[in-house]
T-cell receptor
Framework: KNEVEQSPQNLTAQEGEFITINCSYSVGISALHWLQQHPGGGIVSLFMLSSGKKKHGRLIATINIQEKHSSLHITASHPRDSAVYICAVRDPNTGNQFYFGTGTSLTVIP | DAGVIQSPRHEVTEMGQEVTLRCKPISGHNSLFWYRQTMMRGLELLIYFNNNVPIDDSGMPEDRFSAKMPNASFSTLKIQPSEPRDSAVYFC????????????FGSGTQLSVL
């Protein structure tokens, strides 16, 4: 049973394309995190959100609590956006336990 | 701020040896998390502390794993005895508060148990 499902698993895009990565979850959540892991292995937290929408530069994250769904959008994609994007949720019903998606591997081609 | 600092970056050891991973959180952060990442299972939360107190260790795989946070600026994750299946990248992360705040990750420790 996967509490968090991401799609697609792999994504290849041309530079400049608009990209969407989806995350669906089955548990009640107190917050959802989007993480970025670069090929070197380091992990960066992009967003933490519990409702609505957040924007940071070319990145936009949205969440629909009723539908238990979140999307991460990248506008005007660039090769440096190539990374694995991981969705994670915290479930208040299990002591704020973290559940992670398996990640979406994004490759942006120049 | 230097960010979350983990050491060592890489550790290679033989089965049965004790392994100690170290983490220094960002100064002023009250919560500290230990994660493990493998190809098979992805990222998993092992344990997290709030104000140096372990809050949830349900992710710790078995008794061979133990974690301590003796003060606000230091935590260790110990594996004794280590086994090949413990090979993974271990990440430490900290956040300013207890609930639902942004996470700041260390660079990770790549552990290989031969």
């Amino acid at each position: 049973k996967n509490e968090v499902e991401q799609s697609p698993q792999n994504l290849t895009a041309q530079e400049g394309e608009f990209i969407t990565i989806n995350c669906s979850y089955s548990v009640g959540i107190s917050a959802l995190h989007w993480l970025q892991q670069h090929p070197g292995g380091g992990i960066v937290s992009l967003f933490m959100l519990s409702s609505g929408k957040k924007k940071h530069g070319r990145l936009i994250a949205t969440i629909n609590i009723q539908e238990k769904h979140s999307s991460l959008h990248i506008t005007a994609s660039h090769p440096r956006d190539s990374a694995v994007y991981i969705c994670a949720v915290r479930d208040p019903n299990t002591g704020n336990q973290f559940y992670f998606g398996t990640g979406t591997s994004l490759t942006v081609i120049p | 701020d230097a960010g979350v600092i983990q050491s060592p970056r890489h550790e290679v050891t033989e089965m049965g040896q004790e392994v100690t991973l170290r983490c220094k959180p960002i100064s002023g952060h009250n919560s500290l998390f230990w994660y493990r990442q493998t190809m098979m299972r992805g990222l998993e939360l092992l344990i997290y502390f709030n104000n140096n107190v372990p809050i949830d260790d349900s992710g710790m795989p078995e008794d061979r794993f133990s974690a301590k946070m003796p003060n606000a600026s230091f935590s260790t994750l110990k594996i004794q005895p280590s086994e090949p299946r413990d090979s993974a990248v271990y990440f430490c992360a900290s956040s300013p508060g207890h609930n639902n705040e942004k996470l700041f990750f260390g660079s990770g420790t790549q552990l290989s148990v031969l």
